[in-house]
């Protein structure tokens, strides 16, 4: 069976019986705060566990690499819509030990585009409209620092109030284990 289909079948199941029931809350987070993070699968069910976050208690936004590269693209914008319209009060920018991102080198996934078909004149019209994809694939090196880099980001951005607490973590992919790098009540004081 195809890997739709069978979610298909589950969801049909799923919705018959009740099982959402379970899950029964509001689009206002309980713990009113927006939780920016990577989209690695160990952190799926691993990262709400380790924070004691249940359905219904945060927003949560995902990307590779929890980073948040750009003031006005669509992370940054899902950060202003929690705050704004759906009562988040605090930030956390929570990076992870043994990122994909971490030493990410654009070279190689290039190459692996161009292995599937990504043809070399694509490029050349990519950088002749003035598109850096090397620098747009580019990793960080230490997580730490990219988490800080994505807190300051965030702190500094023109349209966030300032009593806002922006707080930077890494958790470790296996325990679960919180390293605070940025306590955002201090950085208000
Ligand atoms: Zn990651």
Redesign the pocket.
């Known amino acids: 069976m195809k890997l739709l289909d069978e979610i298909l079948q589950y969801n049909e199941e799923f919705v018959k019986e009740k099982k959402y029931e379970a899950y029964s809350t509001t689009k206002f987070p309980n713990k009113r705060m927006v939780i920016v993070t990577?989209?690695?699968t160990r952190?799926t069910e691993l990262l709400p566990k380790a924070l004691n976050i249940g359905n219904g208690d945060v927003k949560l936004v995902k990307n590779?690499?929890?980073l948040v590269s750009h003031p006005f693209g669509s992370i940054m914008r899902s950060i202003l819509v929690a705050v704004y319209q759906l009562q988040a009060d605090e930030i956390l920018v929570i990076?992870?030990h043994?990122?994909?991102?971490?030493g990410m080198k654009a070279g190689q996934m290039i190459d692996n585009m161009k292995e599937r078909g990504i043809t070399e004149e694509t490029f050349e019209m990519l950088t002749y409209s003035g598109i850096n994809v090397t620098k747009w694939l580019q990793g960080f090196q230490d997580v730490k620092e990219s988490v800080s880099h994505s807190v300051e980001m965030i702190k500094k951005h023109p349209l966030l109030a300032e009593d806002i607490p922006v707080h930077g973590l890494v958790i470790h992919?296996n325990t679960g284990k919180l390293d605070l790098v940025i306590d955002g009540y201090k950085e208000k004081l």
């Open positions: 990577c989209m690695d952190l590779a690499g929890a990076g992870h043994d990122c994909g991102m971490a992919p």
